[in-house]
């Protein structure tokens, strides 16, 4: 009953408070920079065709017909997020830019009173402010992550506030309004080993961003600018940071609790350093636009130590616009598209000469993708099995098209990153060369690879590379892995070479020895059983290969070839498997492993989509079947070099 009576005087100060007051005035550049008009085409195209592909979904709601929405009526992150990010896209095409209804199949005035205001109602009505409940019988809000599907309505609502029904005005503001009031005696929260707090951080800070613009004249905006600037803060903060006494826009960094990323800016999400997270800095990094777009100056907190994050991303950063995963990808691996609005922000904002050549690779490989989609979507329905993926990137699109406004200034002169990165925190060593990114992790994950620097990267970034996987007699999962006593690393300036060892559950150690070379790796791997064990499978010395048939820059089949010059053709999907017994294996002319004695090895096509990607497996120390070793017995010695042509 108490929890009641709260809610309700909360709902009643939120609806005396909501009045009609005028949303924060947009004031932007007349147009895009002449130079940057073609890519501004380019990309104002992108987001048409994606809002065709998503308007083809939108759908009256069977419980109130006259709403509409994209999705099944649920709450939930699944249901509410794509809602949100789709009619805040769809917005922006209502205000801004050279709007072609034969592209999207609806006029401007339709996008606005057949689509924009029904599914603003509903997100509305459906919001705990609101009169009505989802399809499963609940309201959305107050929960993980709702301040940010909140802020991408905010966002939506803002660029037409004046064409918006004075009762969805209200409306947006009253959900506004709650979301932020959540915060008003909360603490950021802080992590760093294995699950960082960063991004929710960062996408808590947005409500009030949101609230802002929506509500200037508000008696808690005073609030909301102090609140904004902690919880942006506190996304990426550094042990270092804690230490220091050093005030950001007049906060004190040693006033907070604890870190989110580590001191040489990498961070740890999904138990792993991970470049994806990494670039959710532009979940704060937009209020850059936003500030630019009501002509007031962009304080100095909202870039707090994204700088050196983007740095560090640059060391990762593909041909095709992707990221090499030194530490394995637990997300879909072709997701290129994802990160246009990380490059836009920091050539528009920061002025980093590298971003506008990194966000040209990304424009060209979403123009790549498109092409494959009569329907105008970016992923293939296979490709990213994330729900807000599409919805995602029309809201994402749309804030890079209007980054453009304010790259007047931008430096545009690309300086790849080369030679031996060391990030000693995250346990993560770079060689990146003219062919290849040689990495060792041994941090969260202990794997090593050597991915090819082209538009066909070969290989997967799969958390087994490099050193496999055993599974004893009788068992159903591989032994974990685990660090071993003195890691040695040597690090030269085009080069690292590293020796340790990784325990396989206290039965069996692995002795390794890598160098990275210009042209790829060279490995020796020698296993020793710790104890007398009977093995099942032995499959070290592996390597995840990418197979895709619908991926732009791939194939959909693997050509290998032996010394012999025999060659076996594995198709995508198609799980063929064959031995491969022989000192000499080249996949598809790019890559061959070599040997100065016979490998055991072993090439199995994937069977089906893992992580939105098949991978087939490359295995060179396969030994199958029951085997006994005894205590010190030295099982398999496997010396090979990697050389990417």
């Known amino acids: 009953m108490r929890a009641f009576l709260l809610f309700f005087l909360l709902n009643i100060v939120i609806y005396t408070q909501v009045h009609a007051q005028n949303a924060q005035l947009i004031s932007m550049p007349s147009k895009i920079p002449e130079r940057w008009q073609g890519f501004g085409d380019k990309t104002y195209m992108f987001i048409e065709k994606q809002a065709h592909f998503l308007l083809d979904k939108v759908h009256p709601w069977d419980k109130a017909p006259k709403l509409k929405l994209l999705t099944e009526s649920r709450t939930g992150e699944h249901w509410i997020r794509p809602n949100a990010g789709s009619v805040a896209g769809f917005a922006f095409l209502y205000r801004f830019g050279?709007?072609?209804?034969?592209?999207?199949?609806?006029?401007r005035e339709s996008l606005l009173k057949g689509y924009i205001i029904p599914m603003m109602r509903y997100i509305v009505d459906t919001h705990l402010?609101?009169?009505?409940?989802?399809?499963?019988?609940?309201?959305?809000?107050?929960?993980?992550?709702?301040a940010h599907w909140a802020y991408m309505l905010a966002m939506g609502?803002?660029?037409?506030?004046?064409?918006?029904?004075?009762?969805?005005?209200?409306?947006?503001?009253?959900?506004?309004?709650?979301?932020?009031?959540?915060?008003?005696?909360?603490?950021?929260?802080?992590?760093?080993?294995?699950?960082?707090?960063?991004?929710?951080?960062?996408?808590?800070?947005?409500?009030?961003?949101?609230?802002?613009?929506?509500?200037?004249?508000?008696?808690?905006?005073?609030?909301?600018?102090?609140?904004e600037k902690k919880w942006v803060i506190s996304a990426y903060i550094r042990p270092a940071d804690l230490k220091s006494n050093i005030r950001v826009d007049g906060i004190a960094l040693s006033t907070f609790k604890g870190p989110n990323i580590y001191n040489d800016y990498t961070l740890e999400n999904h138990g792993k350093v991970h470049p994806d997270y990494m670039n959710a800095l532009t979940l704060s990094s937009q209020f850059s636009l936003v500030y630019a777009m009501q002509g007031k100056p962009v304080p100095s907190f909202i870039s707090f130590n994204k700088k050196g994050i983007y740095e560090d991303l640059k060391w990762f950063a593909l041909p095709d616009g992707g990221y090499d995963y030194p530490t394995g990808q637990d997300w879909p691996i072709f997701?290129?598209?994802?990160?246009?609005?990380?490059?836009?922000?920091?050539?528009?904002?920061?002025h980093d000469p590298d971003a506008p050549e990194l966000a040209r690779r990304v424009l060209n490989c979403i123009d790549e993708m498109q092409r494959r989609n009569v329907a105008g979507n970016v992923y293939?329905?296979?490709?990213?099995?994330?729900?807000?993926?599409?919805?995602?990137?029309?809201f994402y699109g749309s804030l890079s098209w209007l980054s453009l406004y304010y790259m007047d200034h931008a430096p545009d002169h690309f300086t790849a990153k080369k030679g031996v990165k060391l990030f000693g925190s995250g346990k993560i060593i770079l060689n990146r060369t003219p062919k290849a990114i040689q990495s060792l992790s041994w941090?969260?994950?202990?794997?090593?690879?050597?991915?090819?620097?082209?538009?066909?990267?070969?290989?997967?970034?799969?958390?087994?590379?490099?050193?496999?996987?055993?599974?004893?007699?009788?068992?159903?999962?591989?032994?974990?892995?685990?660090?071993?006593?003195?890691?040695?690393?040597?690090?030269?300036k085009n080069s690292f070479e590293a020796k340790f060892s990784v325990n396989h559950g206290g039965k069996i150690t692995a002795y390794y020895t890598i160098k990275s070379r210009k042209h790829g790796l060279f490995v020796s791997e020698r296993l020793v059983a710790d104890t007398a064990v009977v093995t099942q499978t032995i499959?070290?010395?592996?390597?995840?290969?990418?197979?895709?048939?619908?991926?732009?820059?791939?194939?959909?089949?693997?050509?290998?070839?032996?010394?012999?010059?025999?060659?076996?053709t594995f198709l995508a999907g198609q799980g063929k498997a064959e031995q491969l017994n022989t000192k000499e294996i080249d996949i598809d002319g790019i890559v061959s492993f070599h040997s100065d004695k016979k490998l055991h090895a072993s090439y199995s096509a994937g069977?089906?989509?893992?992580?939105?990607?098949?991978?087939?497996?490359?295995?060179?120390?396969?030994?199958?079947?029951?085997?006994?070793?005894?205590?010190g017995q030295l099982m398999s010695e496997t010396d090979y070099e990697i050389k990417i042509k």
Not at 335 to 350: E, K, Q, V, Y
Not at 381 to 392: A, K, L, R, Y
Not at 610 to 619: E, F, K, M, Y
């Open 98 to 107: 050279p709007y072609d209804p034969r592209i999207t199949g609806v006029s």
């Open 129 to 146: 402010t609101g009169i009505m409940n989802t399809g499963n019988g609940k309201k959305w809000g107050n929960v993980w992550q709702s």
């Open 157 to 227: 609502a803002w660029w037409i506030w004046d064409d918006l029904p004075v009762d969805v005005q209200q409306g947006v503001r009253k959900v506004v309004k709650f979301e932020a009031a959540r915060f008003y005696h909360t603490e950021p929260p802080h992590n760093l080993k294995l699950d960082t707090k960063s991004e929710e951080n960062a996408w808590n800070s947005q409500i009030f961003q949101a609230a802002m613009v929506l509500m200037p004249k508000d008696s808690h905006y005073s609030l909301w600018e102090e609140l």
């Open 335 to 350: 997701r290129s598209p994802d990160w246009l609005l990380t490059h836009m922000l920091m050539a528009a904002f920061s």
């Open 380 to 394: 293939q329905t296979d490709e990213n099995f994330f729900p807000s993926g599409q919805t995602d990137l029309l």
């Open 443 to 492: 941090g969260s994950e202990i794997m090593f690879q050597s991915i090819v620097r082209d538009s066909d990267r070969v290989f997967d970034s799969d958390t087994r590379n490099g050193i496999g996987y055993i599974i004893l007699k009788g068992a159903k999962r591989p032994l974990p892995v685990s660090l071993g006593q003195g890691m040695r690393l040597k690090r030269h």
């Open 539 to 568: 499959a070290t010395s592996y390597y995840g290969v990418l197979n895709n048939k619908h991926w732009v820059f791939g194939k959909g089949k693997r050509v290998v070839y032996t010394r012999s010059g025999i060659g076996y």
């Open 607 to 631: 069977t089906k989509m893992v992580r939105s990607r098949i991978t087939d497996h490359l295995v060179l120390n396969d030994i199958q079947g029951e085997r006994t070793w005894s205590a």
